[in-house]
């Protein structure tokens, strides 16, 4: 038995040896090749085509938003927005505005603010104003009319989350947009478009950037961010920019200098006698009776707190979701309408949960976009967000974004990597022991592949998600070098086999001996190794643009590397049978042996992390077993918004009011993340 076992195993090795030799061989000769091969430009139909793809699939996206948020229904609401009056915080009006005020504040209709965009000289608009008085409103509804009544020479808008962009890591605003719409708009990527298509919208100014939300990043960071858009533009470039007026003006301060050529524009709060007039439009002809009570009190000034909160747009939309929409009684408003503005949003706060469950019970046939698919209790939803707010307001980046791969760096990874470690190594050495009738090697070798996979799933808690690019068109000779590659291990593995078989068995078992090592070597390299490196690639450079599809992305590229893997693996267990081994312990090893491979290779394992974490985390409460579930219901309640592979919170004041809210155990208590803890 010793012979045919030393005689496996050196087929193995040397298989191994040649694949390992091969692969950085091919690495060296990949890189070469690329430093040596200039990319194609873009022709100007191209361009002109990935604009229409990309206007196209942002107003899709933003319109399924409206909708979601009830912006326009029964029309846009009612507030009104004029240039700032504090003068240290815009360029000059004769440089913005050709010598007039850019925004008299007259106009309240999305399509005459439209227009006074336009007639800016650079066609650059700040958006500030307090929390809630609908910054992100109204840069949505910009987005959608630009998009609308946009020509074909004008660029097209996208609106993105300030807090994405790391002016460390893309010091120009130029870089970060490129990268951001490869991310996004995954269309842009296809491969009739060429190479390079974000990269070229936005170095010919065809992007006009709508950045969002200022304010949410870190205080030392505004300023960086101001002083890297002042140097990104040049003086064609157009840009919104949204934040707080209070963060804006400390930015300036700081900074020493303003936005050239910017119009800067703050709201004017809504008069009660708007509010009550807009309030009554949403009713239904026969409303409960008492709303009239209610909205002739806040007409005559005698609700001074209910006043004060709807005299924003998150205000207005808190009681709509909380009272008209769901048909409540509305008689706690008049009590609260005459005390604290504080109680009465706090009081709308905790009862908009509630209101939007019962309001939006799941759909019974096929998903529908703006109802859940799933049955959650008020109480576990407010539970689950209230866990995730108070982890996001712990992170130092990004702290609105909420990333479904960043769940597995909520909670210390070591316990997971041990159990894992544990149930693998058992289940290697019990199938070791029957297999080998061998306890002790058994068990041995189940230690060690326990040992192995608590260090090496150490990276898979901070890697990002990736995905498989089958797309042969425009890649074809990259596939003809997969298998050319392939072709070269495979002989590097026959001359190995050759000169280690040779001088002990003679020339005609080398020659069998060559022969299976090359064909292991050659196809164990081309399956496992050089195409899934051809086919995985991560969703910081293509990926589709939702938090689901990433999700599903990932998930997909790991089964194709544990197919790949399994491939091989039997592959080597019927070279194996040659040894005279038992074919049940040849294919049941190889097979083994072939999925922890598959599952160790690749770099990018952030579905395998989170399904090893959210197990963790539901087992004490702090989120569902699906949890991708819960948050896409969540989206569909109104209570979330996408934005690229991202959720976040629909207001950020719904974000800090839950993270302020009900005691947490200390076990539920946010942490700083640590993969390695």
């Known amino acids: 038995m010793l012979g045919p076992t030393m005689g496996a195993a050196a087929v193995l090795a040397a298989a191994c040896s040649a694949m390992t030799l091969g692969n950085g061989l091919m690495q060296f000769l990949s890189f070469w090749r690329k430093r040596r091969t200039p990319s194609a430009a873009p022709t100007s139909a191209d361009i002109g085509t990935a604009k229409d793809i990309l206007a196209g699939l942002v ?107 790391d002016d460390r890591v893309h010091p120009r605003l130029q870089d970060w947009l490129a990268d951001s719409l490869a991310l996004d708009y995954p269309a842009l990527r296809a491969e009739g478009l060429g190479r390079g298509i974000p ?30 858009l002042i140097r990104s533009m040049c003086e064609t470039d157009q840009l919104v920019l949204t934040c707080r007026t209070a963060q804006f003006a400390e930015s300036v301060q700081e900074l ?39 909205l002739d009190a806040l007409h005559a000034g005698e609700a001074p707190a209910l006043a004060e909160v709807t005299s924003t747009s998150l205000g207005l939309w808190l009681v709509r979701a909380t009272y008209i929409a769901p048909r409540m009684d509305p008689t706690p408003l008049a009590e609260l309408g005459r005390g604290s503005a504080a109680d009465l949003h706090d009081h709308l706060c905790d009862r908009l949960i509630p209101a939007l469950v019962s309001a939006r019970p799941p759909a019974d046939g096929p998903a529908q ?48 990597r ?61 596939l003809i070098g997969v298998l050319r590659d392939g072709l070269i291990v ?64 990932d998930r997909n590229l790991t089964i194709i590397r544990i197919v790949s893997g399994l491939v091989v693996g039997l592959m080597g267990g019927f070279i194996a049978q040659e040894a005279r081994l038992s074919a049940t312990v040849t294919i049941v090893g190889g097979l083994l042996l072939g999925l922890l491979f598959g599952l160790m290779l690749g770099r990018h394992h952030a579905w395998l992390a989170y399904k090893l974490t959210v197990p963790r985390l539901a087992t004490k409460g702090m ?21 690229g592979p991202y959720y976040q919170f629909r207001h950020v004041e719904l974000q800090q009011h839950l993270a302020r809210g009900r005691h947490l155990t200390p076990e539920e208590e946010p942490r700083q993340p640590s993969a390695l803890s």
């Open 199 to 228: 990269q070229a919208l936005v170095a010919r100014g065809e992007v006009l950037p709508v950045v969002d939300g200022l304010d949410e990043l870190p205080e030392h960071a505004r300023a960086d961010m101001l002083g890297a």
């Open 490 to 553: 495979g002989a590097v593995g026959a001359l190995i086999g050759w000169l280690t078989v040779k001088p002990f068995f003679g020339p005609g078992v080398a020659l069998t001996a060559a022969t299976k090592i090359g064909l292991l070597s050659g196809i164990g390299f081309v399956v496992v190794l050089s195409l899934i490196r051809w086919v995985e690639h991560p969703a910081t450079t293509a990926t589709a643009r939702s938090p689901r599809s990433t999700w599903r992305a």
């Open 623 to 643: 989120l569902p077993l699906r949890a991708m579930d819960f948050l896409d219901d969540a989206h569909r309640l109104g209570l979330l918004r996408a934005e």
């Open 369 to 416: 976009p703006f109802r859940p698919q799933h049955a959650w209790t008020p109480e576990q939803v407010g539970r689950w967000l209230t866990y995730l707010s108070r982890q996001l307001m712990v992170r130092e980046e990004d702290p609105r974004d909420m990333a479904w791969w960043h769940l597995a760096r909520y909670t210390p990874s070591r316990p997971v």
């Open 59 to 165: 107003r899709q996206q933003w319109r399924d938003e409206t909708a979601l948020r009830s912006l326009c229904d029964p029309e846009p609401m009612p507030l009104a927005w004029r240039s700032t009056e504090r003068r240290e915080l815009a360029d000059h009006p004769e440089i913005i505005a050709k010598g007039k005020v850019a925004f008299p504040g007259s106009e309240v209709h999305i399509a005459d603010m439209v227009r006074n965009f336009r007639a800016l000289r650079c066609r650059r608009l700040v958006i500030l104003g307090g929390p809630g008085t609908g910054k992100t409103t109204l840069a949505v509804q910009l987005v959608l009319e630009l998009l609308r009544t946009r020509q074909p020479e004008e660029p097209v808008p996208v609106l993105l989350s300030a807090a994405r962009w």
């Open 418 to 478: 041990i159990w894992t470690g544990v149930a693998i190594g058992a289940v290697v050495g019990l199938v070791f022991t029957l297999l080998t009738r061998t306890p002790q090697a058994g068990m041995w070798i189940g230690l060690l592949s326990a040992l192995l996979i608590v260090i090496m799933i150490g990276s898979w808690f901070t890697e990002s998600p990736g995905h498989a690019n089958f797309q042969v068109r425009g890649r074809l000779v990259q």
């Open 256 to 294: 020493g200098d303003v936005l050239t050529a910017t119009a800067v524009i703050e709201p004017q709060p809504m008069s009660p006698a708007e509010t009550a007039d807009y309030l009554r439009a949403c009713l239904p002809p026969v409303p409960h009776p008492a709303w009239p009570r209610i």
